[in-house]
């Protein structure tokens, strides 16, 4: 079963617009829930997390939000670069996992100029 | 450079042969994971090391499939009579534990692309 769940496996934004992505998970174990970056024929690079004690993280241009009672998350990227253009990875821990990391399938980005 | 190494980059064999993988971790993480990737899917856990115990296997990892890390510093990956749906991107890891957080930050190599035929 898909734990966590990336509805869209695609995203166009124009360069300057808000990009939104979004994930949804099932198992109400996890608690801690991250954002990796992935550009072809690299591994996954950690973007951003955020602890189900708090709703929202910022980290410059990237936020992610957590609605913990829809299960839901999502990251927003403002201003969306043409170099933001990857697949976006969201990944859900439970706690004493040790870096055991469930991941969605991703959402490919891709920012127009 | 100082970031996780695997080796090779890619690997074609056929039905049947074994293929062995290596993954060399930042050296000072004693944590070291291995994930799988299959096309359209994200990164699916496989097995972790701490230092060179090897604590959890996923279901994911066949009798066909072991593990090792010696001395606790690389680590190997080796599939036995290799199947056409063991064809994946091979992403190992390894991660240092962040204060702020209280979690495993976890580093990816660039991982290994096998192609069985």
């Known amino acids: 079963d898909q734990q966590v769940k990336q509805n869209s496996p695609s995203l166009s934004v124009q360069e300057g617009r808000i990009s939104i992505l979004n994930c949804d998970y099932t198992?109400?174990?996890?608690?801690?829930f991250l954002w990796y970056k992935k550009y072809p024929a690299e591994g996954p690079t950690f973007l951003i997390s955020?602890?189900?004690?708090?709703d929202k993280n910022e980290d410059g241009r990237f936020t992610v939000f957590l609605n913990k009672s829809a299960k839901h998350l999502s990251l927003h990227i403002v201003p969306s670069q043409p170099g933001d253009s990857a697949v976006y990875f969201c990944?859900?821990?439970?706690?004493?996992?040790?870096?055991?990391?469930?991941f969605g399938q991703g959402t490919i980005l891709t920012v127009h100029p | 450079d100082t970031g996780v190494s695997q080796d090779p980059r890619h690997k074609i064999t056929k039905r049947g042969q074994n293929v062995t993988f290596r993954c060399d971790p930042i050296?000072?993480?004693?944590?070291l994971y291995w994930y799988r990737q299959t096309l359209g899917q994200g990164p699916e856990f496989l097995t972790y090391?701490?230092?060179?115990?090897?604590?959890?296997k996923s279901r994911l990892l066949s009798d066909r499939f072991s593990a090792e890390r010696p001395k606790g510093s690389f680590s190997t990956l080796e599939i036995q009579r290799t199947e056409q749906g063991d064809s994946a991107m091979y992403l190992c890891?390894?991660?240092?534990?962040?204060?702020?957080?209280?979690?495993?930050?976890?580093?990816f190599g660039s991982g290994t692309q096998l192609s069985v035929l």
């Open positions: 050296s000072e993480h004693n944590r």
């Open positions: 955020i602890s189900s004690i708090k």
């Open positions: 090391f701490q230092n060179e115990a090897q604590l959890e």
């Open positions: 198992n109400s174990m996890f608690d801690y």
């Open positions: 890891a390894s991660s240092q534990w962040e204060v702020l957080s209280g979690r495993e930050k976890l580093f």
């Open positions: 990944a859900a821990e439970a706690l004493t996992s040790y870096g055991k990391l469930t």
